[in-house]
Each structure stands twice: as C-alpha cells, then as structure tokens.
C-alpha cells in the first residue's frame, strides 16, 4: 500500500500528461470534422442552357438524348416545317417563273419602245410629206395663175382664143380650194410636226433600257417582294430549328416527338463541358484587398494533378452572402466574391469545390489580362478622365424649327463644302401629324445655330430612327437607321434603312437603300450571325441589334453596336465593297465580319455601349459611349480613343467622362476641331467643341 502511495504521487504529474495529451487529440479530431474554414473557398462555375425554338411547333425529330455529348452549332431538334417548306416552295415556283418569263417580257417591252420609236418616225415623215405636197401644190397653183393670166393677156392682144384657158381656169380653182382646206390645218400640222421632232429628240437622247425596265417595274418588284418573303420563309425555317449553343452534355429533354411547343419555352438543357471560370469567396473580415488581373492558385479538392492558375477578373463591389452549399449546419457566412478566369486546359469539374490562394502585387504581370473583364473600378485605361471636360453648351435651335418637327440630334458630319454641320435626328416630323417622320435633315453652323427650316432628303417618303451617318467623300454619305424593335415591339423597314445619299450644294438625295436586317438574315446562316455576336433575341424573333456608331476609312464602312454588348465588350463590325449591297441586296459570305471587343467600362453596374464612331485623318478610331437605358441620373457618357493592337485587340482609352449626358454624334471638321453633340431628350440638344491637337 505505501509503495502504492509512492508510486502515485511519484506519478502524479503523468496523470496530467496524459490527460492533457488527450484532450489536444479531441481538440484536433473535433477541429478536422467541425471547423469551417471560410478562407480561399471556390466554386468552379457552371453553365446549364435552357435552350428551345424561337417559332411555336410540333416537334418532328429529335437528334439527340440524355447524356449524350453535343458540339456549338449541332442541330438538336427539328419543328415540323412543312407548312413553311409549302410555303417557300409556291414562292419559288412564283419567283422562277417571274425569272423564266423575264427575258421574254423585256424583250415584249423592247420590241414595244422600238415600235414607238418607228412610228414617231413614220408620223413625222408622214407630216414632211403632208407638208411638202401642200407646198408643191402651191407651186402649182402659181404656175396655173402665171399660164391663164399669159393666155388671158394673149387674147386681150387679139392674138386668138385658146380652149385650154377654161380647162386651166377649172384646174386652178379646184386646186385653189383644195389648198383653202389644207391651209386651215397648216399651224395645227406645224405645230404636231414640231412636237413629233421632239419627242424623236427625246427618244435619241433617252436610254431604251432604262425606258424597258420601267415598263415592267412592276414585275419587278413584284419579284423583289417574292424574294424579300423567301429570306422571311427561310429564317422561319431556321428558328425552328435548335442547335447547340455550345459544348457539353444534354442533361435534360422536355418534350419529345410529336409534343407541340410554344416559342422560346425550353425543349432541352445543355451543360457546358468546360467551365471558364471560377468564384473565390473571400470572407469579410479578410484583410486581403483583391484586384483585377490578381494570379490565384487553385486547388483541387480531389487531386493535386487538377491544380491550376487563374487570374481574377471581376471583383464585386460589395459582400455578400456565399454559396449555400458552403454553409454548415444552416450557417452561411459573408464574402467578398471573386472572378477568375480558368486556363483552357484546366481540369477542374463544374461544381467542384476549391482551395484558392491569391497571390498579392500580381495585377500587371498576369497572361490572362488581355482578356480579362474590367471592374467597375477599372473600367478602360484612362488618361484625362478626370479632368474637365471643355463646356458643353446648348444649341440655338428656332422655334420655328419645333413647330416643324422634333429635333434630337443622333449623328454629324461636316459639309466642307458649305462650312456647315449635317445633323441627323432620330425622330423627325410631329407625332401623329402628316409629315411624321419626314425625311428631314438639319444644318447648323460653327457656333451651334441651327437652320429654321430642315433639308429634306429627296428620293424617299419617310426615315425612322436614324441614328448613325459617315461621310465616304465626294459628296457621299451613308445614313444607318437603328435597325432595333421600338418601345411598341415593332420593327418596319423603314428602322432597318441604310441610305447612301449623294450631297449638291445644300440638297440632299438618296441613291441607294436597303434594309440591312432584313438583308443579313437572308444573307447569312445561324452560325454567321453567331460569329458577328447576334445571339440574342426580341419579341418578334428577329436578333437583339441596335446599331448608333459609323464611321468610313479606306473603303470600309465600320457600324458600331449598342447592342449587343458581349463579356468582351461592344462590337464593331466592318463592311467591305459597302456600294455592293445596294446593287446585288445581298452580303456575300465574310463581307460582313467582327473588326473587334473592346470594353468601354461600367458604370453603377451597367455596360458601357457604342453611340458613334468617327476615324480622323491618320486613321485613328474615335467613340463615344453611353449606358443603354439608363435614367438620366445613371447615364455616364463617355469619349474615348480606340487603340488597335497588331494582333487584333481593340483598347479604350477614355478621355472625357459627361455625367448625365448622352453623347450621341462626332465628328472632326478640321485637324485641329471636333465636334460632339449631345441629345437631351425634352430639353435643348448641345455641343462641345474640342481643340483635337491637345487630344
């Protein structure tokens, strides 16, 4: 007993070891199994589409099933198109035989010109002969009169009576009264032989083909109309077909063979195969500050040789609540999130949860900047952004002018040739009145002055919505027309007009026009408009497309998009040999194509959009920008220079920001001045007059 005693107090302290020793496994099998750790958690993004037509339609094939792997631009699944393909077929039939019987008309018409032409000829020969038998006539009459008043001055003379005076004297009297008669319609047949010779004159001088063609203008354009409705048929073809909007994997089908479907109501979901990016949620109390263009080393939760690289593109502005799936036991912590783009040959699984480490001082030196999505406190490299801008003033507009129509200035060009600005508006005429939407332009001058009295554009009825204007030289001018669906869901035609006007002196007259639309969609397959961005869709199942920017340098005309905007940033386009159009009313594969992105920058959450474009004379790109829809209290217009890199990539740098204006036309009168102006809605329009040499 007492060496047990000894042997407990000996070991006393042992006790303690081992409890204490104990208790820290406890600690760390507890802390491995409960703890959160709410640092470095991401989630690797995914993309599920919900995709179906955009026409209402029984469904007749579907091409596809669950699970099976499907490639960008796939066909899916088929509507039922023989309603359309009765259709499409009676309009070709209608169209060949307009074309088969086309020679033979024209001929019909030509032969019918020529014919005129002859019998002109013949009605003017008939009046020469008419006209030279009565003066033969005459001729005779006073070789009648000389013979009888000889004979008659013979017998006078006692040299004998001749039996032929009283034949003479019979002869002449008839042929006096035949010539009474002819001489009472001598002016009238004067006059028809005058006119007859004119209309001879305008005959030689006249072009026969163009006189043919006008004879049967009717067919064609009726042809033109047969044509116009075969594009429409066609796009209905196409937006009752479904084709993949990317890679993946079809995880869902909703309706199958033989199910009637409504428009735009998903048939089928597709999951992308390879996710593009990642959200890192940082928690609040994290002292790390990160920053666009930051590295971020990902790691996966099931291997080490699915580790990868990012790079953070977007930072939110605010906390907010993590991912539900990161909570623990109902408990959902807050965070700042992150963006990170993923290489292209990661490995990571959409879903999958990661272990992120952001690296600090690595913005400048990251691959992935070129590509990365500005945030809203880095929206475009800026030089002047902050300084002020020079004054913007208001127009002086008459009031004459209001009481004639609206005035909204939406594009400028300067008119060398008579030292005065073009002025396009948007909407012309009075609502409601006979001249709503007239084709009007205005002009102004140096100081901002607008004319009393608009321009009217000869060649056409109506305008609708223009909303860009470039001038190609020469006196040519192209006029864009916004080409999107009004407030009310309708898009005429008239909204997809490009003109090509020709300018003399202070008169203005189209040349040419078309409605683009109308033409890219007949022009071009889904896969071309998807290339040139046109992926989204309105009410009336035409795409998402409102062109505001123009611009022409070495034989293009460059369009600037308002929309769409895509995650790389406003579109421009290009179009080659743009006098091709107006001839063929066709674009030829690639004649339309993306010139490039390039990001204008956030503000308070909303894309910055193109709302013109102008080169100057070093080919430099110039734009202006505004917030689509946004409320005047919201809207940030912006004026930039574009700068092009050789390897294609487009960068803003944003020289003058307009906090509450929208800039809606530029456009260099000189090297050394450019003009903005700015409408305001209700209010006055305005204008800024910039020195461009300190640009």
């Known amino acids: 007993m007492k060496r047990f005693n000894k042997f407990w107090q000996t070991h006393h302290f042992n006790w303690y070891t081992i409890l204490w020793f104990g208790a820290l496994i406890i600690i760390i099998y507890l802390y491995q199994n409960w703890h959160i750790d709410k640092k470095f958690i991401g989630i690797v993004e995914r993309k599920s589409h919900s995709i179906g037509a955009q026409e209402p339609g029984r469904v007749q094939n579907l091409l596809i099933s669950i699970g099976e792997q499907v490639k960008k631009d796939q066909i899916l699944v088929t509507l039922d198109i023989s309603d359309l393909k009765q259709n499409l077929n009676q309009l070709q039939r209608e169209l060949s035989n307009i074309q088969n019987t086309r020679s033979a008309r024209?001929?019909?018409?030509?032969?019918?010109?020529?014919?005129?032409?002859?019998?002109?000829?013949?009605?003017?020969?008939?009046?020469?002969?008419?006209?030279?038998?009565?003066?033969?006539?005459?001729?005779?009459?006073?070789?009648?009169?000389?013979?009888?008043?000889?004979?008659?001055n013979a017998e006078a003379a006692g040299l004998g009576h001749s039996r032929d005076l009283a034949d003479l004297i019979l002869q002449r009297d008839a042929l006096a009264s035949y010539l009474r008669e002819q001489r009472k319609d001598l002016e009238f047949q004067s006059q028809k032989l005058e006119k007859t010779r004119a209309s001879r004159k305008l005959f030689e001088e006249a072009?026969?083909?163009?006189?043919?063609?006008?004879?049967?203008?009717?067919?064609?354009?009726?042809?033109?109309?047969?044509?116009?409705?075969?594009?429409?048929?066609?796009?209905?073809?196409?937006?009752?077909?479904?084709?993949?909007?990317c890679d993946g994997y079809v995880t869902e089908i909703f309706a199958h063979a033989g199910d009637v479907v409504d428009a735009f109501i998903p048939v089928l979901s597709i999951e992308e195969t390879q996710s593009v990016y990642v959200n890192v949620f940082i928690p609040e109390k994290s002292t790390l500050l990160p920053e666009p263009g930051m590295k971020v080393e990902l790691m996966s939760t099931r291997s080490r040789e699915f580790n990868t690289t990012g790079v953070i593109t977007f930072v939110h502005p605010g906390f907010t609540q993590a991912a539900d799936r990161l909570s623990f036991r109902g408990q959902i912590f807050w965070a700042r999130k992150a963006r990170v783009e993923l290489p292209k040959n990661h490995h990571l699984i959409p879903g999958e949860v990661v272990y992120a480490h952001i690296m600090k001082n690595t913005a400048s030196d990251s691959h992935f900047a070129s590509s990365a999505v500005a945030s809203d406190n880095s929206v475009t490299k800026s030089t002047n952004s902050g300084a002020k801008h020079p004054p913007v003033k208001n127009m002086e507009v008459p009031v004459d002018l209001y009481k004639k129509t609206r005035f909204e200035p939406s594009a400028i060009t300067w008119?060398?040739?008579?030292?005065?600005?073009?002025?396009?508006s948007d909407d012309t005429g009075i609502p409601e009145a006979a001249n709503d939407h007239a084709p009007y332009l205005f002009l102004m001058d140096e100081t901002g002055k607008v004319e009393s009295a608009p321009e009217i554009l000869n060649g056409i009825s109506a305008v609708n919505d223009l909303e860009a204007m470039t001038r190609s030289g020469n006196g040519t001018h192209y006029l864009i027309s916004s080409q999107n669906i009004s407030k009310k869901g309708k898009r005429p035609g008239s909204r997809e007009f490009i003109l090509k006007i020709i300018q003399e002196g202070e008169k203005f007259t189209v040349t040419?026009?078309?409605?683009?639309?109308?033409?890219?969609?007949?022009?071009?397959?889904?896969?071309?408009?998807?290339?040139?961005?046109?992926?989204?869709?309105?009410?009336?199942?035409?795409?998402?497309?409102?062109i505001e920017g123009a611009a022409f340098y070495n034989?293009?005309?460059?369009?600037?998009?308002?929309?769409?905007?895509?995650?790389?940033?406003?579109?421009?386009?290009?179009?080659?040999?743009?006098?091709?159009?107006?001839?063929?009313?066709?674009?030829?594969?690639?004649?339309?194509?993306?010139?490039?992105?390039?990001n204008l920058g956030k503000h308070k959450g909303k894309f910055a959009s193109i709302s013109d474009l102008t080169f100057d004379a070093n080919g430099i790109l110039w734009a202006l920008s505004t917030i689509a829809d946004a409320d005047d209290d919201e809207q940030?217009?912006?004026?930039?220079?574009?700068?092009?890199?050789?390897?294609?990539?487009?960068?803003?740098?944003?020289?003058?920001?307009?906090?509450?204006?929208?800039?809606?036309?530029?456009?260099?009168?000189?090297?050394?001045?450019?003009?903005?102006?700015?409408?305001?809605?209700?209010?006055?329009?305005?204008?800024?007059?910039?020195?461009?040499e300190e640009l």
């Open 512 to 546: 040419g026009q078309v409605e683009f639309l109308s033409l890219l969609l007949r022009s071009y397959t889904w896969s071309e408009l998807n290339a040139l961005g046109l992926r989204k869709f309105e009410a009336d199942g035409q795409p998402v497309l409102n």
């Open 415 to 424: 008119l060398p040739e008579v030292g005065k600005y073009l002025i396009a």
């Open 636 to 692: 940030m217009g912006g004026f930039q220079r574009i700068n092009r890199f050789a390897d294609g990539r487009l960068e803003a740098i944003r020289l003058f920001s307009f906090p509450g204006l929208k800039p809606e036309g530029l456009c260099f009168q000189n090297a050394k001045h450019l003009m903005i102006v700015f409408d305001r809605d209700k209010e006055i329009p305005a204008f800024c007059l910039m020195d461009a």
């Open 207 to 245: 072009n026969l083909d163009s006189m043919t063609r006008s004879l049967i203008y009717e067919q064609m354009e009726y042809a033109e109309t047969l044509q116009r409705q075969i594009g429409e048929t066609e796009n209905r073809i196409r937006l009752r077909t479904i084709v993949a909007p």
């Open 106 to 152: 024209q001929n019909r018409s030509s032969i019918f010109v020529q014919r005129m032409a002859l019998e002109l000829e013949n009605e003017a020969a008939r009046l020469v002969d008419r006209l030279s038998l009565i003066e033969s006539k005459s001729t005779e009459l006073a070789g009648l009169n000389a013979e009888i008043e000889r004979l008659k």
């Open 555 to 598: 034989q293009v005309l460059y369009f600037g998009l308002k929309e769409p905007v895509t995650e790389k940033g406003a579109i421009i386009w290009k179009l080659e040999n743009s006098d091709e159009i107006f001839k063929n009313q066709k674009l030829t594969s690639g004649q339309l194509s993306v010139y490039g992105y390039v």
